[in-house]
């Protein structure tokens, strides 16, 4: 490999990001990405309203072109993520955005590309203030379109000036890249993508993990640092770009990825196996999905199930998606999808955001701590009760569970329990098919339910926890939030006290506990796991076969001492240190 600058050496530089799809490359820097550029103001006659209209008429009919023709790439490449581009194509036709559009032209005659970049742009500044940051991520997705869009109206028929002209092996690099422009990379040329903004949550790191493509995100002001040409390693496993890497950096690398190839394949036999402890005790481990596609990657890593399937996407989008024929068939699909497994449906867990258009009155101030979740749901009961009522009818098709959100105390579970059961009435006087021992459970996410479990207990079949809300709440840290990033530890004493008095109630109770918040495939947390007797681990397909092999190493007699042994201890960092002592003993490998 031969660089293309000519510049005078320079000293190796490692950048630390957050590795959100494993691998190593290595290439050269190659800058790419458009801003969502505010067009010029340009006034109109009353007479050229209808040509504005006309305009964004084919501007939209060229972009559901481009993202269906982006969708069908995607599906031919990979089953997975394809559906993505379904929420795009909502977008781009929501008709309040549409109407709200041709009313400003016609009240203010102001051209329609700046109109609609203002419309969408109001949009884009509400999503990125919201706390939950599931839902901030998917201004990205917003973006995604909208620039699309303007780009379509400044250049009628999308032959616009290209961005993305590679011509040879590159490590791209941008402030943040769209889904879109990830399914566009030429594979063949594009080794991996680092980017400045981003997260482990955003469409575009779970689209590049499906692609195989290592990315490394949130490598604040990196553009400070390198130059077009530089050689670089990206290491999206450990979340590392090196800039000009040394010749025995390179060789270090080299080693590397043998070794993560030879893990790789190591880790295939696992899966079709159980999830065994080394003296025999089963452990479920399941998957999480947003998508009902999804399904098809668990079911080849071997998933026992899917533990948390989450169902805001029927939510954020058109009114169609919310019907109840359209939601029992996404369920029903998956139910069958994994039979003999079972499918976890958690309820609608949204917050007090514009995104669903049924929600109406001012934004929060602090929708993190407002209305969402389960308030959400016993607000509105008609609209809770359709979703209910969908779940209902998957189960006659499979083992379906149904999961409360964000519940803080018994009166919710009550509430959400009295509509269940007029849900079944109604089916039955329709004589409509559906599981009449149908499993409902608790998401334990607030302190104050774990504080309560016991009492919570004896009202549901299950438990599972949501680590990454019960974490923040209990140590009041917002992970996206850089200043106070290292406080947020899941290895925090309070967290793993909480963590254990839920899963204690539960089996005094004679009730399963889960876990499927992220930490659930943190390999630094399965000894404490094992040896609380959690019982199932829900996960996402890509750590899978890790946890399944970090499990089998691990005995349980040996973990149960070990909770005894960090339980006196008084911080996170301490706790930490003992996981990581009893990983590196067990799985070396895996820890990287």
């Known amino acids: 490999m031969s660089s293309p600058s000519t510049s005078s050496p320079q000293p190796e530089l490692r950048l630390r990001g957050i590795g959100v799809s494993p691998g190593i490359a290595r290439g050269f820097i190659h800058f790419t990405g458009e801003s969502f550029d505010k067009p010029d103001e340009k006034i109109i006659s009353r007479d050229q309203v209808e040509s504005e209209k006309e305009r964004l008429k084919q501007a939209i009919v060229t972009t ?3 993202i269906a023709e982006l969708q069908s790439e995607i599906e031919t490449s990979t089953s997975d993520h394809a559906g993505i ?5 909502l977008v781009l036709e929501d008709k309040a955005v549409i109407d709200e559009v041709i009313r400003k032209v016609e009240t203010d005659l102001l051209g329609i590309d700046r109109v609609y970049f203002e419309v969408i742009d109001g949009y884009l500044q509400t999503l990125r203030k919201i706390s939950d940051p599931y839902l901030r991520e998917r201004a990205i997705d917003v973006e995604d379109v909208a620039r699309r869009v303007v780009r379509n109206l400044r250049w009628p028929g999308g032959h616009g000036p290209s961005t993305r002209e590679i011509d040879e092996s590159t490590i791209l690099a941008a402030h943040d890249l769209t889904p879109s422009d990830t399914v566009s990379l030429d594979r063949d040329r594009v080794l991996g993508f680092a980017t400045e903004a981003g997260s482990s949550t955003s469409h575009t790191a779970i689209m590049a993990r499906s692609l195989n493509i290592p990315a490394v995100v949130a490598l604040h002001q990196f553009s400070d640092h390198l130059s077009p040409g530089d050689e670089a390693l990206l290491d999206g496993t450990h979340g590392l770009l090196i800039l000009r890497p040394s010749e025995e950096t390179l060789k270090e690398y080299e080693t590397l990825l043998q070794e993560e190839n030879d893990l790789v394949s190591g880790l295939q036999e696992l899966r079709g196996a159980d999830t065994l402890t080394a003296d025999g005790h089963k452990v479920i481990l399941s998957g999480n999905i947003e998508f009902a596609h999804e399904v098809e990657q668990l079911n080849q890593q071997g998933a026992e199930g899917v533990g948390l399937y989450r169902t805001e996407f029927f939510y954020l989008n058109e009114i169609e998606l919310r019907a109840e024929d359209k939601q029992a068939e996404n369920y029903t699909t998956v139910a069958k999808s994994v039979a003999p497994h079972g499918v976890i449906i958690r309820t609608l867990d949204i917050g007090g955001d514009k995104m669903w258009p049924g929600l109406a009155g001012e934004p929060e101030p602090n929708p993190f701590l407002g209305w969402r979740g389960i308030r959400v749901s016993l607000a509105k009961p008609e609209e809770f009760k359709i979703q209910l009522r969908a779940i209902l009818r998957a189960s006659a098709f499979g083992k379906v569970g149904i999961m409360y959100p964000f519940l803080c105390n018994l009166s919710e579970l009550r509430h959400a329990n009295r509509l269940l059961d007029e849900s079944k009435r109604e089916l039955e006087a329709e004589g409509v098919a559906f599981d009449h021992d149908v499993e409902t459970g ?29 974490i923040q709440y209990t140590t009041a840290v917002d992970r996206v939030n850089d200043r106070v990033a290292d406080l947020y530890q899941p290895t925090h004493p309070a967290v793993i006290s909480l963590i254990t008095k839920t899963v204690e109630a539960a089996h005094n109770n004679d009730i399963w506990c889960g876990i499927c918040g ?12 094992v040896g ?3 019982d199932e681990l829900s996960v996402g397909a890509a750590q899978l076969l890790r946890v399944r092999r970090a499990i089998s190493r691990l005995d349980t007699a040996e973990c149960r001492d070990f909770v005894a042994q960090i339980a006196d201890y008084g911080c996170g960092e301490e706790v930490a240190a003992a996981c990581r002592e009893i990983a590196m003993d067990k799985y070396p490998e895996l820890m990287g």
């Not at 581009?85 to 194509?89: E, K, N, Q, R």
């Not at 309560?452 to 809300?469: H, L, M, P, R, Y």
């Not at 992220?518 to 796991?529: H, K, S, Y």
């Open 532 to 534: 609380l007797g959690v």
């Open 518 to 529: 992220e930490a659930a495939g943190d390999l630094l947390l399965t000894p404490v796991f």
């Open 85 to 89: 581009f379904d929420a795009h194509l």
């Open 442 to 470: 608790a998401m334990i996410e607030i302190p104050s339910a774990a504080l309560v479990a016991e009492q919570f207990a004896k009202e549901v079949d299950f438990f599972s926890i949501g680590t990454n809300d019960l």
């Open 64 to 66: 559901r072109e481009q």
